[in-house]
């Protein structure tokens, strides 16, 4: 039967290190894309990050152990350091080359979707955002969003790590930097992509999306019922040599029915 594929794209930047969610909006992103690997039981999952571009973690597997081991090594000073910016479009584009490549997959591949899990603080432009999940869609992926975050937003502070020291993020001109849930951007996201936006604090739309994402393939339609008569349905080669099968069956039992004379003699006259 066909295997569903998913990839779950995390965003790693650094509005990820708000506190408005707990611990972090990272952490709770990881503890998101863990349920949705949990309920994905039978699909093959890919993992990514990304941030102002993106890193491929695996392509869809079914060694979902494998996958639960990389989330576990997802922290906060992995990425976000390094490539603060967030670029949701470079998300969709990585998740899309992961479920083009070729995998092993056990089977025919069923549906294909991907879940980006952020909070929408985006520093692409929105044509461009969009531009990407068309190009999902045109190869029949579809796109669902999570948003991580509160509205009402939170300063971030950067974990101290090797080669980096921590601290809270401000802006260029020194005040701390402040970030908030973009909502409406990641809606608009699913609702090209063909997909569902839930936040992550929101247990009934989250609920929802993931028993969307977990559910079984609808079933195949049924070949449409020939209607023809049955003689039409053979070519001409087939019916002919099945008639001279029949005659010759025909005659070899005629010939082996059929009573024999016995032959009569002739009388001599003397």
């Known amino acids: 039967p066909p295997v569903d594929q998913l990839v779950l794209a995390l965003d790693v930047s650094a509005s990820m290190q708000a506190t408005d969610a707990?611990?972090?909006?990272?952490?709770?992103?990881?503890?998101?894309?863990?349920?949705l690997l949990a309920s994905a039981s039978d699909q093959e999952v890919g993992l990514l990050m990304f941030a102002g571009t993106s890193y491929p973690l695996a392509p869809p597997t079914l060694d979902h152990d494998a996958l639960s081991f990389m989330l576990d090594g997802i922290t906060p000073n992995m990425a976000s350091a390094y490539d603060p910016g967030t670029l949701g479009s470079a998300a969709v584009l990585g998740a899309v080359a992961l479920l083009e490549s070729p995998t092993d997959s056990l089977g025919q591949v069923g549906r294909r979707r991907i879940v980006i899990i952020s909070d929408g603080d985006d520093g692409a432009r929105e044509e461009e955002l969009l531009a990407a999940v068309d190009s999902a869609r045109a190869v029949g992926i579809d796109v669902y969003a999570i948003g991580v975050g509160t509205e009402r937003g939170s300063g971030m502070s950067m974990p101290a790590g090797p080669y980096q020291l921590g601290g809270p993020v401000t802006t260029a001109t020194g005040a701390r930097a402040f970030s908030?849930?973009?909502?409406?951007?990641?809606?608009?996201?699913?609702?090209r992509g063909g997909g569902r936006f839930a936040q992550a604090d929101a247990d009934l739309d989250l609920g929802a999306l993931r028993a969307e994402i977990s559910a079984p393939p609808p079933p195949t339609e049924f070949a449409a019922t020939d209607t023809r008569p049955a003689w039409a349905r053979y070519d001409l080669p087939f019916v002919l040599g099945v008639t001279a099968l029949v005659l010759l069956l025909l005659e070899s039992l005629l010939d082996a029915s059929l009573p024999r004379l016995p032959a009569t003699r002739t009388r001599r006259v003397a």
């Open 180 to 191: 908030r849930l973009d909502a409406s951007s990641l809606r608009a996201l699913a609702d």
């Open 22 to 35: 707990e611990p972090t909006r990272l952490a709770r992103a990881v503890d998101v894309a863990r349920d």
